[in-house]
Structures are given as structure tokens and as C-alpha cells.
């Protein structure tokens, strides 16, 4: 496993080890880069209006088409690590 790997993986550990959690808008680019890191661009069809909650998701994941899943990963890590700062 790579360090940044390595690094991707603890910050999902830590993430869930808040005190407070995190506000809505900050939990959908959470979710989105996660799966932009572990998993690349988004796929698949849009959930239906229905589905709002998914539907939000694959919106948040849409945005970052084209971004590596390494600048997601880093991202991702800067964003917990300043979420565990808040959160002291």
C-alpha cells in the first residue's frame, strides 16, 4: 500500500472519530471525494428525483469528473485533517 493510500485509509478511520459531525454540505464532498479516490469518475445513471438523497450524491460526485484519484485522496485528507482541527 502506497503512503498516500496508507493516508486515505486513516482519514476514513479518523472521519468517523469526530466529536461533531459534519454539516450536510461538508458530508456530500466527503462522500464525493472518497469515491472519487477509491473509485475514479462517476458512473452509472443519475438516481431519480425521487431518490433525493442518492440523487445529491452522484450530483457531489459528478462535479469532480476528471480529477485523479490521487488529488481527490490528498483533498480528502486536507479535509478531514481540518475537520479533526475544528473538532479539539
Known amino acids: 500500500m502506497s503512503d498516500l493510500a496508507a493516508r486515505f485509509k486513516t482519514a476514513q478511520d ?11 454540505q461538508t458530508k456530500l464532498r466527503l462522500y464525493a471525494l472518497y469515491k472519487q479516490g477509491s473509485e475514479g469518475d462517476v458512473s452509472g445513471d443519475r438516481p431519480s428525483a425521487i431518490q433525493f438523497v442518492a440523487q445529491a450524491k452522484y450530483d457531489a460526485w459528478a ?10 485522496m490528498e483533498t480528502y485528507i486536507a479535509l478531514v485533517e481540518d475537520l479533526k482541527a475544528k473538532d479539539e
Open 14 to 24: 479518523e472521519v468517523v472519530n469526530l466529536n461533531d459531525a459534519p454539516d450536510v
Open 63 to 72: 462535479k469532480l469528473i476528471g480529477t485523479s484519484t490521487d488529488s481527490a
